[in-house]
């Protein structure tokens, strides 16, 4: 009988295997290079919200601060309201007796209605001051949010990416780039 023809399977074999480690290469490269993007995309969007987190702190710290000032300032004022009533209660039981009030309690009563008009001044600004300092720190506090949403999916597309990798399943690395892309859409709106 004659022999059969060998065919050698070995390099057909090697041959298909570097194919395919070539095809898986590639794929693996791919996902590789868009999980490094969609990480470095997560330490960007890392360092803002905790930088607009802690910015938004500040500002509340300060807002805080400048509304004991103004509580200070308006107790201030009660106080020197309360000195003008007594010189007023004075001024009172000396027309009372039938005496004229001395020309000292006069210019102290005037003395205290011009401090508290200058306190009420001051009160104001303060709390005027403090609404603009919430206000600013309530908006980065909103940014913060958008930064840390904007985290979570990138977080989340990596974990994506390295099942990707391990599976070699091409629609979870694709749903990888779609939760990315939301990612990216968050932080997009924020910066």
Known sequence: MPEEAEVETEKLHEAIHEELEREGGAFLKRIALTTAVLAALAAV???KAGATVNEAL???TEATRLQAQASDQWAYYQA???KAAVEKASQSA???AGKSPSDESETRLKRYEEEQKEIERSAR???KER???SREADELLHR???FANAVAFFQVSIALGAVAALT???PVWLASMLVGLIGIVFFGRVL
Request: glycine share 8%; no cysteine; net charge positive.
């Open 45 to 47: 969007a890392s360092l």
């Open 58 to 60: 500040v500002l509340k």
């Open 80 to 82: 020197k309201g309360i």
């Open 94 to 96: 000396w027309l009372a």
């Open 125 to 127: 600004e303060a709390e």
């Open 131 to 133: 609404d603009a300092k």
């Open 144 to 146: 913060h949010h958008g």
């Open 168 to 170: 070699r399943i091409k």
